[in-house]
């Protein structure tokens, strides 16, 4: 004897396999999009050498100055993340928040006047260039593998050497020749 179930049981049993479907579809997808995002800037800083840490280990390092609301910071944030697996066992990533007045000293040091904000370091911590804005991931790229082989970073300026000299801002008018240019004849 076989028990046929009733419309409604499987009307029922249908409608619970869809929900299931569905939920599972939906898990999948976030799952799938968040694993996907591991460049986000939160999981990049909770993973970034400390600089204290990146100062002392004997490793070139790359600071990146970012904001949690910067739209650039979080374009790259990708390339970002995707660069440290690769050149993460040479060169120290270090990433520091604009909005952490901790990092007020460093920002002030490096001269950080825009973000993202990128500072080149050699391994005894001497800043040899930076760049500011959204960067290519491949010219970030071949400045990490030149940064991480002592070679000369090949899409950015090195620092020199700048003059101790100081020339004064104004001269005071009642010290003012007569013969110098600036006096206008006064």
């Not at 028990?3 to 569905?22: D, E, G, H, M, Y």
């Not at 002030?108 to 500072?119: A, C, M, R, T």
Request: charged residues 15%; proline residues 6%.
């Amino acid at each position: 004897m076989t028990v046929t179930p009733s419309p409604l049981a499987s009307r029922l049993r249908n409608l619970v396999i869809v929900l299931v479907a569905v939920v599972l579809s939906v898990a999948l997808f976030l799952g799938l999009r968040t694993g996907s995002s591991s460049g986000s800037l939160t999981s990049l800083a909770a993973i970034a050498v400390p600089l204290d840490v990146a100062l002392k280990n004997g490793k070139p390092t790359l600071v990146e100055f970012y904001a949690n609301w910067c739209s650039a910071c979080q374009a790259m944030a990708n390339d970002m993340s995707e660069l440290e697996q690769h050149y993460g066992d040479r060169v120290n990533f270090v990433m520091l928040n604009v909005d952490n007045n901790k990092w007020l000293p460093e920002m002030l040091s490096y001269q950080v006047d825009g973000i993202p904000h990128f500072e080149f370091l050699t391994p005894t911590g001497e800043a040899i260039a930076s760049t500011i804005g959204l960067q290519p991931r491949a010219i970030l790229a071949s400045n990490l593998e030149a940064l991480a082989t002592a070679s000369p970073l090949p899409y950015l300026q090195n620092r020199g050497r700048v003059s101790e000299i100081e020339a004064p801002a104004f001269q005071d008018s009642s010290q003012a020749r007569n013969d110098d240019p600036r006096s206008h004849g006064g």
